[in-house]
């Protein structure tokens, strides 16, 4: 574990080096190309659209080391669905979700966009929990008049994380310091600098409550959970699909071709209705399980997302709606 640590770090500080002292390359194509439809299986005009919710949910694009710029999942999905929306067509909406969260203003701008959506329109929306769809990756199902969790899916995690990293201990140890001149006492609150006061984590802990208030309430209102189960839940406890069941988190319990049949159901079309997805890059033997949706045309290029290292080692601070155990780093493109 220690070694393969050392690797990861390794090879992270040479493609920083690498990346600060070569001129840069636009070699492969950015995600400015328009979003265009593809169609999964199915036949007919009537149609059923699949959004993958793949990662860390956040709305700050990306700029890879190789292969330009990745738009951030916020942007993504409000594309489709503006898309969708132009499209008479487009009957029903399935939203395929692993993702352990992400910061909680990005959270709440989907589940926002995804509920006026819904408003708007009048399609039917379904949601399908996959291998974990925790914190901000549940909060977003809320809105969908059905949510699937697959058998083996971790959900749950209805709570909020303040993240604050800290460096004052590691620049005492190298004689570095940083004097700050402040117009209020807690102007600075949250330094990475200095140690926080008492006072200031008694307030960073009122806001974090107030976040995580939200983060319920939100539940109650769409799941219609009693005050026992509330409870349970607002420990911010993960859980399997069984017991999510059991507790009202989820109405049932199926694979992708279930959902896919509620969507159809939902929306009166027919099992052979066609389903498409909205992408930049055609995929031979494209099918549901494709988790690819944000991504630039570049193919075939395995490369490390420096900045999902950094904040995997060294994450930004912030309110959180997120299972932080569940945060990986993506290799590929």
């Known amino acids: 574990m220690i070694r393969n640590f050392i690797f990861v770090i390794l090879i992270a500080a040479?493609?920083?080096?690498i990346g600060c002292a070569a001129p840069k390359f636009n070699l492969f194509p950015d995600a400015a190309e328009p979003l265009k439809e593809f169609t999964l299986q199915g036949k007919g005009k009537e149609k059923v659209l699949v959004i993958?919710?793949?990662?860390?949910?956040?709305?700050?694009?990306?700029?890879?080391?190789?292969?330009?710029?990745?738009p951030s999942m916020?942007?993504?999905?409000?594309?489709?669905?503006?898309?969708?929306?132009?499209?008479?067509?487009?009957?029903?909406?399935?939203?395929?979700?692993?993702?352990p969260g992400g910061s909680v203003t990005a959270s709440d701008i989907l589940y926002y966009e995804i509920l006026s959506f819904k408003q708007r329109t009048d399609i039917p929306i379904v949601a399908s929990l996959m291998g974990v769809a925790a914190s901000g990756g549940y909060y977003i199902s809320l809105p969908a008049d059905s949510i699937f969790a697959h058998p083996t899916t971790v959900t749950g995690s209805v709570g909020v994380l303040f993240l604050q990293p800290k460096v004052n201990k590691l620049m005492g140890k190298i004689g570095?310091?940083?004097?700050?001149?402040?117009?209020?006492?807690?102007?600075?609150?949250?330094?990475?600098?200095?140690?926080?006061?008492?006072?200031?984590?008694?307030m960073f802990q009122m806001l974090t409550e107030e976040l995580g208030h939200r983060f319920i309430n939100l539940v109650a209102e769409h799941r219609r959970l009693d005050i026992k189960t509330l409870g349970d839940i607002s420990s911010a406890r993960i859980y399997l699909a069984d017991e999510a069941l059991s507790l009202g988190l989820v109405d049932k319990i199926g694979y992708l071709d279930d959902v896919l049949s509620e969507a159809k159901k939902l929306a009166g079309l027919p099992e052979n209705a066609k389903v498409v997805v909205y992408r930049r890059t055609k995929y031979p033997d494209d099918n549901l399980y494709n988790t690819a949706a944000m991504k630039s045309g570049a193919?075939?290029?395995s490369l490390i997302d420096l900045e999902q290292l950094k904040e995997l080692f060294l994450p930004e601070a912030g309110f959180y709606y997120l299972w932080q155990p569940a945060v990986s780093i993506e290799f590929g493109s």
């Open 176 to 202: 570095l310091g940083v004097e700050v001149s402040k117009s209020g006492k807690n102007k600075d609150m949250g330094s990475p600098f200095r140690e926080t006061t008492i006072g200031e984590e008694k």
């Open 14 to 17: 040479t493609a920083a080096i």
């Open 74 to 99: 916020v942007q993504e999905i409000v594309s489709q669905l503006k898309l969708a929306e132009k499209d008479k067509n487009i009957r029903s909406v399935l939203f395929k979700i692993n993702s």
């Open 52 to 70: 993958p919710v793949n990662g860390k949910i956040s709305d700050s694009s990306r700029e890879k080391m190789i292969g330009g710029i990745q």
């Open 299 to 301: 193919k075939n290029i």
